[in-house]
């Protein structure tokens, strides 16, 4: 599966968005893009994915483009609790829910 | 409908002995994997069970073992534990529809095993 690379950290502030992009340039035709969220001594959390262009759920929008090598997690308004790891993901068809590997992620850190 | 519960908690445990951690997955859920996290390695899988059969393998060593059971419930065994061993053990479970690309994984609260 392809490899991600994610920025290490990240710091914003309440209230805005933040933007996380992770690149996976080795991307397959029927592979996903998901993204995890995990707090400390947390289990990682799912918050969304998609496979082309925007996906918008409750929590975030991911955008990819059309060459799919590289897609962004946008948190809107976030706050203190949005504080965490976020992962990006390269799923398959082999692995969707299972096997998943997982790279460093991006420290996300809200302050006030 | 209840998450992934996984027991115990937290663990300390002397080197040289042998541990057994416990997944329960969400209802309905057959596929049942295993990561071991540290804070110099992250996220690494160790393996996947469905239908009682181990599927797939990460890359540890044989000390590390597993079983699932008829009810989908698994087991984690390490044995000669090694002060490396200390680490957040977590299970998920997903659906692991055949041929589904888009399902997620469900991760317990997690095993901290600390080996001293």
């Known amino acids: 599966l392809a490899k991600t690379t994610q920025p290490i950290s990240m710091d914003s502030y309440e209230g805005q968005e933040v933007n996380i992009t992770c690149s996976h340039n080795?991307?397959?035709?029927?592979?996903?893009i998901t993204w995890y969220q995990q707090f400390p001594s947390q289990g990682p959390r799912f918050i969304i994915q998609?496979?082309?262009t925007k996906v918008t759920n409750e929590v975030a929008s991911l955008f990819i483009p059309a060459d799919r090598k590289s897609s962004t997690l946008s948190l809107p308004r976030v706050s203190l609790s949005d504080t965490a790891v976020y992962y990006c993901?390269?799923?398959?068809?082999?692995?969707?829910?299972?096997?998943?590997?997982f790279g460093g992620g991006t420290r996300l850190m809200v302050k006030p | 409908k209840a998450g992934v519960t996984q027991t115990p908690r937290y663990l300390i445990k002397t080197r040289g002995q042998q541990v057994t951690l416990s997944c329960s997955p969400i209802?309905?859920?057959?596929?049942v994997s295993w990561y071991q996290q540290t804070p110099g390695q992250g996220l690494q899988f160790l393996f996947e069970?469905?239908?009682?059969?181990?599927?797939n393998k990460g890359n540890f060593p044989g000390r590390f073992s597993g079983r699932q059971f008829s009810n989908s419930r698994s087991e984690m065994n390490v044995s000669t534990l090694e002060l490396g061993d200390s680490a957040l053990y977590l299970c998920?479970?997903?659906?692991?529809?055949?041929?589904?690309?888009?399902?997620?994984?469900?991760f317990g609260q997690g095993t901290r095993l600390t080996v001293v």
């Open positions: 998920a479970s997903s659906l692991r529809l055949k041929g589904a690309q888009n399902t997620e994984a469900f």
């Open positions: 080795n991307i397959a035709t029927n592979d996903y």
């Open positions: 998609g496979y082309k």
């Open positions: 993901l390269v799923t398959g068809m082999n692995n969707a829910g299972n096997m998943l590997t």
């Open positions: 209802s309905g859920h057959r596929s």
């Open positions: 069970y469905f239908s009682e059969t181990q599927r």
